[in-house]
């Protein structure tokens, strides 16, 4: 494909010389009586014309080539089986929000020689309130991710409600998993449009009550069209913030067992991050909900707080606890006091 270019330019080129060669040969040669001007360049024109057809051919034959390629490519992906797939009889109700973490090492290679995650031993009673700190490539994300089932341990087993998270069926297991990730994903659509696709049924009264909850339905009511604002695809038109706490609504909508926020607060200020754990407390106290957080604030009045450390837990305690024996938890905390401060 590289080559096709410049030899077909040297074809042509090099015809459209010899053409000049022989005909002025002939011209000057024979006096005209052979060859006139005028024929020369009625020759040059169609030689021309038939060239440069021979050469878009040439062309039409590369992209032939380069569209069977990404043909191929995208058969490959259409035909690819998912290894995350429903057992013969899966289990189709989750009994509650308890976690379980028996022994689970992970790697997004299935491999043991690279693993995100090392012999992770963990027990989450259902309804608490759970917060997971650590430094960026700690792994945090990995390990909130084997919950719903968007990946599967290397080795070890995570169970939900006390069964393995294998043996439910997906799409029961993922509706009673709700995660709000940092990087949030709002369509094209009205804000009610938006929010039903956590539940297509609920009713505006429905909405606007799990909007309080993610203290969303202030900045929502101020919008001259209120739940009918229309959202710009990727959600431009609303700020980092509002953003997330739509999508917390959404998220709540499910009436989850099991409610992660993955960093899912970092666009909001202290004061509404407080108020949405708040409003957890009280108005889904049976809810287990896992909150992954860069600031202390978010996580300090969780019942249980989880350092990671490189690839496996470094502690687990209450934020009193941690404060007291936990150098990575006391080295966050003085820096993030140090900047308060500053300010």
């Known amino acids: 494909m590289a080559m096709n270019a410049p030899l077909m330019q040297f074809v042509i080129y090099l015809c459209m010389i010899l053409i000049f060669w022989l005909g002025a040969r002939l011209i000057v040669l024979s006096g005209s009586t052979e060859l006139t001007t005028g024929e020369l360049t009625s020759l040059i024109t169609y030689a021309m014309q038939i060239l440069t057809s021979l050469m878009m051919l040439s062309m039409i034959l590369v992209m032939i080539t380069i569209a069977r390629s990404s043909g ?52 989450i009673p259902s309804g608490k ?60 659509g009205t804000i009610k449009e938006n929010l039903r696709w956590g539940n297509e049924n609920a009713d505006d009264e429905t909405l606007i009550h799990a909007c309080k909850q993610a203290q969303a339905d202030e900045f929502i009511t101020a919008f001259p069209d209120g739940y009918d604002t229309y959202i710009e695809q990727g959600g431009t038109n609303v700020s980092g913030g509002q953003k997330q706490r739509i999508c917390i609504a959404r998220a709540l909508l499910k009436k ?27 108005e889904i106290p049976d809810t287990t909900k896992i909150i992954i957080a860069q600031r202390i604030s978010s996580v300090e009045d969780a019942d249980m707080i989880i350092v990671m450390d490189g690839d496996h837990i470094d502690e687990i305690g209450t934020h009193k606890t941690l404060l007291k024996t936990n150098k990575i938890y006391q080295e966050v905390f003085q820096s993030q006091q140090k900047g308060g401060e500053d300010k």
């Open 72 to 123: 191929e490519r995208i058969v490959e992906v259409l035909d690819e089986k998912s290894s995350l797939t429903n057992p013969e009889n899966p289990v189709k109700e989750v009994k509650d929000g308890s976690i379980e973490f028996e022994n689970v090492n992970f790697s997004y290679f299935n491999s043991t020689d690279s693993l995100c995650l090392k012999n992770i031993d963990l027990r």
């Open 129 to 188: 309130t759970v917060g997971i700190i650590g430094s960026i490539g700690s792994g945090k994300s990995s390990l909130v991710s084997l919950i719903p089932r968007l990946y599967d341990a290397t080795t070890g087993c995570v169970k939900v409600g006390g069964i393995d998270v294998k043996n439910y069926d997906l799409d029961t297991l993922r509706n009673n998993v709700a995660m709000v990730l940092q990087k949030n994903v709002l369509f094209s």
């Open 256 to 282: 989850p067992k099991i409610l992660i926020l993955d960093d899912s607060t970092s666009a909001v200020d202290t004061k509404t991050d407080a108020l949405i754990r708040k409003a957890f407390r009280e």
